[in-house]
């Protein structure tokens, strides 16, 4: 057509909105209305001097502009007060310079202030996030990391006139194993630019075939967009992954998960969001944040998931909200008063403070952190300081790293070689030892091996009920489950190539018995869902039937166990009980800033008889939290002298595991039970007893 992306993006027949949106949008600049001779930009600061909640995004549809133009406006680029105060004393600290560029600025500030992050730069000299972002200054990576990436980009270096993206092509096919993110700052581009390219999108042969026999069945039409396509993808495959549909397409997974297509949810649930959404409409002007806020505020107990699913947003950009985020009084409180104590220093980042909150309160947990700083848990999780290990295991992960360095290899190929040259290695381990999370490592094939004789039988299942044509890995499981009813979600998840917990959620591997699901259908009728959310539905269950267990109530309500167990309505206990339990909270209460673990510790040390069960029930924790707690894992002078001397008879040798630690303790000592062996080798019973070594007959 002889146009750019950017003329068209501008014209109104390629921004379309809901007719809802439209509406609330028009009415918006009714009561706003752009005055003679106002600019575009003046107008939508206008708008959103009127309108506080505004976006950047609703404010350009209304005023006709790119989102781009209006997001890098002033009045679009708000902080909090105390945000604002150390952003302003950064820029006073590191002026502009006369002549000097934003770009150049912003370096210039990131050299003064080494943890100030690309978006408070942004702010700061004026700029967007992403152009911050991809500067040099702000993509440093470890010494190691960045010779790693400089001998990758001497051994496939730039061609004469070659694109980053092309280059970034030649770099993986080169490295298969590189990283969108690795790639992305040896060509010195945005991740997410790299990420969305062919190269990095590559899946197994067997499932480029079934996604290309889905892109067959449902081929893209003339002037088709990639998120219709998408759309049409769902419809015709309502199983299909927005991951599995953003390959097909050729899109990053986000902006297809967040399409309307793929957030589905079963009728039931749909009913009752929309019962939720029917009692606390969306007001005239009010942002899809703004709504969130007035949902919650409406239903406390509203996730942050279920919100988003209604507003029609992500999870994530609702979870990072302060209504999402609250807790209870006694907890704020105990927050507040660590903050008080290590307060954030001017021009501090938010990572940065974590990390001297944590360097203040040694047993501070990621989450808590998080709370008190503004940011996500998962941002805070995988800083060094969050990710600590004891002088003895540091040690034994130095010594593995060592005989089995890093050489080049991007995280996951070096996590993949440290298990190959340590079988035994766990994915928890190797994270540390590579610097990325469990989670990322743990789906990793090399993570998810099985015995011999499992692989034989979960290859003959496979064989019997093989995956179809289209067919999803979820999809497939299903039917696994269907051929095998004794199939569990950790072995359908090994066939099919997906994660235990995504696979553990759907319907078909959380049946019950046909006795047990006609009482548990009983219990549903006798106190049906009044429109709450699932949590709020089990706190009613348990209400009603007191003698309700968790895994019960999760399984009517359609949710985890674990997210129903560490309910304080699932916690109970008898009157006698809790008078003692209160009594010994009274005599040892918990202190300011001290943490539920500390506090834990601490009841442990002035009741040695406590169990870990009861001293989750007064701090308000999970028992597993609590039972894998050095204090909690004490036993007798006698049974201590037992296992001191097994230990030393089969002590632990250099870099070996705890796991295989254990496995030869029990070779050495046939009778050792997995409880003891765990206490020996300082890990939880459920994770030894699980390894083969403690499950022969």
Known sequence: MGASTGDLVNRAAFRTVSAQDQARLDEIARQTPRQSRQSKGA???????AHPDLSAADAAVIVGVVKRVIARRAAYRTVSAQDRARLDEIKAATPQLPGQSKGAWADALKAAHPDLSAADAAITVGSFKDDIARRTAFRTVSAQDQARLDEIARQTPQLPGQSKGAWADALKAAHPDLSAADAAIVVGAVRQDIAKRA????VSAQDQ??????????PRLPGQSKGAWADALKAAHPDLSAADAAAIVGAVKRVIARRAAFQTVSAQDQARLDEIARQTPRLPGQSKGAWADAL???????????????????????????????????????????????????????GAWADALKAAHPDLSAADAATIVGALKDDIAVRAAFRTVSAQDQARLDEIAAVTPRQGRSNAAWADALKAAHPDLSAADAATIVGALKDEIARRAAFRTVSAQDQARLDELARQTPQL???????WADALKAAHPDLSAADAAVIVGAIKQDIAKRAAFRTVSAQDQARLDEIAAATPRQGGSNAAWADALKAAHPDLSAADAATIVGTFRDDIVRRAAFRTVSAQDQARLDEIKAATPQLPGQSKGAWADALKAAHPDLSAADAAIVVGAVRRDIAVRTAFQTVSAQDQARLDEIARQTPQLPGQSKGAWADALKAAHPDLSAADAAIIVGASKKRIARRAAFKVI
């Open 43 to 49: 107008w939508a600061d206008a708008l959103k001097a």
């Open 469 to 475: 044509p289209g067919q999803s890995k979820a999809a």
């Open 209 to 218: 075939a079934r996604l290309d026999e889905m892109a067959a069945v449902t």
């Open 199 to 202: 190269a990095f999108q590559t």
């Open 296 to 350: 919650k505020a409406a239903h406390p107990d509203l996730s942050a998931a279920d919100a988003a699913i209604i507003v029609g947003s992500v999870k994530h950009n609702i979870a990072k909200r302060a209504a999402f985020r609250t807790v209870s009084a006694q907890d704020q409180a105990r927050l507040d008063e660590i903050a008080r104590q290590t307060p954030q220093l001017p021009g501090q980042s938010k």
